[in-house]
């Protein structure tokens, strides 16, 4: 399974959006400040996940959600 994910950062209250594999791990990772975003915006609450068993579709619709129309969807509809 894929998973695209929306993250909220308990620090300041932004969002960010992902896409994995393995959740709680990537979780974990984002939790421990690993990565250039993550690092400055620790802790996160997962706030929105979703699964896809196709790898292109999961990584499409995390391209989607990053876009204009698609970070206005997830705002209003998703978080």
Not at 5 to 26: A, E, M, P, W
Not at 62 to 78: D, I, P, Q, T, V
């Amino acid at each position: 399974m894929y998973y695209v994910y929306i993250l909220k950062s308990q620090k300041d209250g932004s969002y960010y959006t992902g896409f994995t594999s393995n959740l709680n791990n990537r979780i974990k990772e984002h939790n421990a400040g690993l990565g250039d975003y993550s690092s400055t915006k620790f802790p996160f609450e997962l706030i929105w996940h979703c699964c896809f068993k196709d790898k292109m579709k999961a990584i499409q619709f995390e391209k989607y959600l990053k876009s204009g129309s698609g970070f206005a969807f997830a705002r209003k509809r998703l978080v």
